[in-house]
């Protein structure tokens, strides 16, 4: 199944280029690929950016590949948009265990580690992926903070907290 959209219209001396996105899934409806770039005779032919996912049988992303190229006009801010290759690996109970690069097999500097409950605790940075970051919850098992700048002190700048209702529905977060 092939999704096209118009995403943007840009001016180049008065010529005007139609951008758009195009979205595959497979079978089950699941995205398993996304490309910008010039929409071209039915297709996206050299996309400016490109991502793709290799889904297991339970939707989790086993391989992400994201690609950030100058094929297809300017590249995207690549501190925002890097180009990357990396598998995941999960255990029984649906964790992820381990994030690698593919091209070099090497573990990405931080890695997902898990509490009794299955709570998530530690896990790589968006964007930074060698700089954990560290989550905290409450006894019903919902987060209640975040230590973004990965100093184990919960109320100093970048950090979250979050508040909840009676009926467990988040009513508030700030951040110190």
């Keep these: 199944m092939t999704v096209f959209a118009d995403h943007f219209r840009s001016h180049n001396s008065c010529k005007h280029k139609l951008r758009r996105v195009r979205a595959l899934k497979d079978g ?16 996206i ?3 400016r950016f490109q991502q793709t996912w290799a889904l297991d ?4 992303w086993r391989g992400h590949t ?11 801010n690549t501190t925002a948009f890097p ?3 990396r598998t995941r690996a999960g255990n029984a109970v649906n964790e992820i265990t381990s994030i690698k ?9 931080s890695q997902p580690s898990y509490d009794a409950a299955g709570n998530m605790t530690a896990g790589p ?3 930074d992926e060698d700089t954990s970051i560290y989550f905290k919850y409450d006894a019903w098992n919902r987060q209640a903070s975040l230590d973004a700048n990965n100093d184990g002190d919960l109320f100093d700048t970048g950090d979250w907290q979050y508040e909840y209702d009676g009926m467990g529905r ?4 700030w951040q110190d």
């Design 28 to 43: 089950l409806n699941r995205l398993t690929t996304w490309k910008l770039g010039t929409y071209s005779g039915g297709s």
């Design 101 to 109: 690069t593919t091209s070099t097999g090497v573990n990405v500097g």
């Design 66 to 76: 994201q690609t950030n190229s100058t094929s297809g006009g300017t590249a995207l």
């Design 45 to 47: 032919a050299s996309p």
């Design 125 to 127: 940075k968006t964007g």
């Design 83 to 85: 180009t990357f290759d």
């Design 170 to 173: 988040r009513i508030s977060k």
């Design 57 to 60: 049988s339970l939707g989790n």
